[in-house]
């Protein structure tokens, strides 16, 4: 699943000037959640307004896939200060 979602995200985080650096599904204080880590293309720190502007763009992308029956919460973020994956 989370290949899925990384194989049908990446081209989209991509072409708005992003990298795709993970992708994480795990339940979080009993509510599963979906969460996309992005990186600048540029190096430049990411902003809440990157995270989103991708959230935007891949919403409608993940909830085709069919994912998961569970529901759940769909989070951008960065990979924080000196996050390296």
Known sequence: ????????????TNKLGYELADV?????YGIWELTLFIKSGKGEPIT?????????AVDDIIEALEITKEHYHLSVSSLGVGGKK
């Open 1 to 12: 699943m989370i290949e899925k979602v990384k194989q049908a995200c990446t081209p989209v």
């Open 24 to 28: 994480t599904f795990a339940k979080e």
């Open 48 to 56: 809440h307004e990157d995270c989103s502007k991708v959230s935007l």
